[in-house]
């Protein structure tokens, strides 16, 4: 047997298809592929959905959760409510990215005059991590105002954003912080040698490259506070989730979880696919750059 | 001839690792010393050393006769008075040429945007790289982004210039070019520590040579009789090697 090949054999068509009939032949096997995800996708869920539809409980439950007349009835609040999320979860967004890459600056500067700085920090983020943030909501949210401080608000509204603020600023400054260190050490360097301070080089130099590289992971936690501001309803506010609530209540019937369900959705999954397309389109950048 | 730069028993180590001992190192005004030597023997530590990106161990280095070295000194000072060109140009990549250089004229030395600019143009115009004024470094060959980085070291009008083997990261024929911008240097009178493996351009451009073998100065002199007849074995070893690799 041989094992290798003349020239002439390496160029014949028979081995190398040609990159058109290369690129043809990628083509059919992309649709065959989407055929092919797609009829599983279908059978799939038609199995789920029957083997739901043929339970026993099925109409009952359908009465509860997924009762048009309710849905009807319960939507307007439900909205007007979610509307108070929406606005909650912008608000809040905003001051987390300020005060996070406050945090995670202070975390960066170098040398021991920083020191106590530095440690302060490193004690708060460890601390708010280090507590289920449903805690901190209760603890905040009626703790300060039962103290009666002057000149402190006493709304459950704004303690309740203010305690998200706080503990999504604790991880959003790891998210940042990691950021930092994935900019090459040399960037550093360069910046402190044509006499930027410390500040400086990390608003100038560090920062900018950092937020470029981390804003799939903050888009990330985005998604995560839109759902997270669900839970200042413990402190009684009258978001989405609490007017749905007290739907409920009055009535026993849970369509305006449903209707809730819906909303949160509605907003969630668009950011979620923007992210994956943003990451995707920054890593082709990425490998475009280095070839 | 004025001491512009002096080194004093400087020792660096990286943890155990004893990268600089002892230094002991005058660079006259506007002389040019080239530091010789292989990888690993400390050149480029010197330089990082004297910019103060790393924090010596022993020993004092001084400026104009101040010590730099001082906890008193604010390096962020010091570093105003000299430039320092790395080899892998370490632009900022997330800003145009124009932007890279004149960041610090205005951030440090609090030139207006106008000024800094200006100060900018004219040095991108002495260089040839006028047309390149808005590109981002990802744009710019080797060369070009080494000259760049040269020009930003330059805008903040350094009067000691050091530069850490900026020719090793290029393509052989792009090392002639980012040569020539020091050569151009000397001319006008700039002092200069140059750490290097193109020993031609050393005999060429340095008024003095140092060797530097295991984190000392084994051997200093003019280019002629360093690289022709130098005295220590391990220095003509050294040598040997380089004519072997035909780069003199």
């Known amino acids: ?291 | 001839m004025a001491v512009k730069l002096e080194l004093r028993d400087v020792t660096k180590a990286f943890d155990d690792k004893v990268v600089l001992r002892d230094i002991d190192l005058k660079v006259g005004e506007h002389e040019v010393v080239c530091l010789i030597g292989s990888s690993g023997s400390g050149k480029s530590t010197l330089l990082k050393c004297v910019n103060l990106l790393f924090p010596i161990d022993a020993g004092s280095i001084l400026l104009d006769g101040e010590a730099i070295t001082d906890p008193q000194v604010n390096p962020n000072d010091v570093r105003q008075k000299m430039g320092i060109v790395f080899q892998a140009f370490n632009l900022f990549p997330h800003m145009n040429v124009l932007d890279n250089i004149t960041l610090g004229p205005r951030k440090v030395h609090g030139l207006s945007r106008e000024a800094a600019e200006e100060r900018a143009r004219a040095l991108l115009e002495r260089f040839g790289l006028t047309e390149k004024l808005s590109e981002f470094p990802d744009r710019l060959s080797g060369g070009q982004k080494q000259r760049v980085a040269v020009i930003r070291a330059l805008a903040s009008e350094p009067d000691l210039m050091l530069f850490d083997e900026i020719t090793s990261a290029l393509d052989p024929e792009l090392v002639a070019e980012v040569l020539n911008v020091i050569r151009g240097l000397k001319e006008d009178g700039m002092t200069m520590v140059i750490a290097t493996h193109e020993m031609g351009f050393a005999r060429d451009v340095a008024d003095r040579i140092c060797f530097l073998d295991g984190g000392v100065i084994l051997e200093q002199g003019r280019p002629q009789d360093i690289l022709t007849n130098p005295r220590k074995p391990r220095t003509r070893q050294f040598l040997q090697r380089i004519v072997d690799a035909g780069r003199l």
Do not use: C
Not at chain 1, 28 to 54: M, Q
Not at chain 1, 94 to 105: G, K, Q, S, T, Y
Not at chain 1, 177 to 185: D, N, P, T
């Open chain 1, 1 to 291: 047997m041989r094992l290798s090949l003349a020239p002439d054999e390496i160029r014949s068509p028979g081995l190398w298809p040609g990159k058109q009939r290369r690129r043809r032949a990628h083509r059919e096997e992309g649709a065959r592929g989407a055929l092919i995800a797609a009829a599983s996708t279908v059978v799939l869920g038609g199995l789920v959905l029957w083997w739901i539809l043929t339970s026993e409980t099925w109409p009952a439950v359908q009465k509860q959760f997924f009762n048009p007349d309710n849905f009807r009835e319960v939507f307007p609040d439900v909205l007007s409510g979610f509307w108070l999320d929406v606005k909650m979860f912008m608000v809040a967004e905003v001051l987390i990215l300020f005060f996070a890459l406050v945090l995670a600056m202070i975390r960066a500067l170098r040398g021991p005059a920083f020191f106590p700085l530095r440690a302060l920090v490193i004690v708060f983020i460890d601390l708010i991590r280090g507590i289920p943030i449903i805690l901190l909501i209760l603890v905040l949210g009626f703790g300060i105002p039962a103290l009666q401080l002057t000149g402190v608000p006493r709304s459950p509204l704004f303690w309740g954003v203010a305690t998200l603020v706080i503990s999504y600023s604790a991880y959003t400054a790891e998210v940042y912080r990691a950021g930092i260190e994935s900019v090459h050490e040399s960037q550093r360097m360069a910046a402190r040698s044509i006499g930027l301070t410390q500040v400086q080089a990390l608003r100038y130099v560090l920062v900018p490259q950092a937020i470029r590289n981390v804003i799939p992971a903050l888009l990330n936690g985005f998604v995560s506070l839109q759902k997270d501001v669900a839970l200042v309803f413990i402190l009684g506010v009258r978001e989405g989730v609490r007017e749905a609530q007290i739907y409920t209540a009055s009535t026993f019937n849970y369509t305006g979880y449903i209707a809730a369900t819906i909303l949160f959705l509605a907003v969630s999954v668009p950011v979620a696919r923007f992210t994956d397309w943003y990451t995707e389109r920054d890593r082709r950048r990425k490998q475009a750059m280095t070839t």
